[in-house]
């Protein structure tokens, strides 16, 4: 298989992703970047030698919602012509248009918290604003309506042990290499109006599908 990423900002679990010694660069497509100089992150991809494409929305002299048009066809674009099978998104724009329809269940986003409550932007905010107990990540399909599509899996973390937005973030690593050994495995079903992972464990854990030994 084949997979790409979509980031925003510094991209800071992606490039921990990258650096990882166990991570297979060869699956990777490209990766994607908007609106930010990342030389960082461009000169990480050069290194292994993982096409890398970035855009700034100041320069291209584009507002809120052409944003959203403009990554989304360049994604679906790339996906396209290099025959991508999964876009892991840890974008800041709202995918639209014929890209979700194209590949339906192949976008999977990551947000910073326990969907479906606390969608939208500042979401680890939101949820430290309401006292909530329990912080964390969901990995879901993206689709039409913002944040509500069918969820992979969560990681969580009680609030009491919140030190900065890192220590919810870096959970998402975890969570992205345990869903690409599920890939590659062949374990999403879809059954029934149902979503779930063949012979997974979903025992109350920090990880919920709960992470697995992979070889």
Same mark, same amino acid.
């Given at each position: 298989?084949?997979?790409?990423?979509y980031v925003?900002?510094?991209?800071?679990?992606?490039?921990?992703?990258l650096r990882?010694?166990?991570?297979?660069?060869s699956?990777?497509?490209?990766?994607?970047i908007?609106?930010?100089?990342n030389s960082?992150l461009?000169?990480?991809?050069?290194s292994?030698?993982?096409?890398?494409?970035?855009?700034?929305?100041?320069l291209?002299?584009?507002?809120h919602?052409?944003?959203?048009?403009?990554?989304s066809?360049?994604?679906?674009r790339?996906?396209?012509?290099?025959?991508t099978?999964?876009?892991? =998104?840890?974008?800041?724009?709202?995918?639209v248009?014929?890209l +979700?329809?194209?590949y339906?269940? &192949?976008? *999977?986003? /990551?947000?910073?918290?326990l969907l479906p409550?606390?969608?939208?932007?500042?979401?680890?905010?939101?949820?430290?604003?309401?006292?909530a107990?329990?912080?964390?990540?969901?990995?879901h399909?993206?689709?039409?309506?913002?944040?509500?599509?069918t969820i992979?899996?969560?990681?969580?973390?009680?609030? =009491?042990?919140?030190?900065?937005?890192d220590?919810?973030?870096d +959970?998402?690593v975890?969570m992205l &290499?345990? *869903?690409i /050994?599920?890939l590659?495995?062949?374990?999403?079903?879809?059954?029934?109006?149902?979503?779930y992972i063949k012979d997974?464990?979903?025992?109350?854990?920090?990880?919920?599908?709960?992470?697995?030994?992979?070889?």
């Open positions: 298989m084949k997979y790409a990423y925003s900002g510094n991209a800071t679990r992606l490039k921990s992703y990882d010694e166990t991570t297979d660069k699956m990777i497509a490209f990766v994607l908007d609106n930010v100089d960082e461009s000169l990480l991809c050069e292994l030698g993982i096409p890398f494409h970035q855009y700034s929305y100041s291209l002299g584009l507002k919602k052409e944003q959203n048009t403009f990554i066809n360049k994604l679906l790339l996906l396209d012509e290099t025959g099978d999964y876009c892991f =998104v840890f974008g800041g724009r709202i995918l248009g014929q +979700l329809s194209k339906h269940n &192949k976008l *999977i986003n /990551f947000h910073p918290a409550a606390y969608k939208g932007k500042a979401a680890i905010d939101q949820a430290l604003h309401d006292h107990l329990l912080l964390g990540n969901t990995a399909f993206i689709n039409e309506e913002l944040d509500s599509g992979i899996m969560h990681s969580l973390l009680p609030s =009491v042990r919140f030190v900065d937005y220590s919810v973030l +959970l998402q975890p &290499k345990q *869903i /050994f599920w590659e495995n062949d374990r999403f079903v879809f059954e029934n109006d149902k979503f997974a464990g979903y025992d109350m854990d920090t990880f919920i599908p709960n992470l697995e030994r992979m070889a």
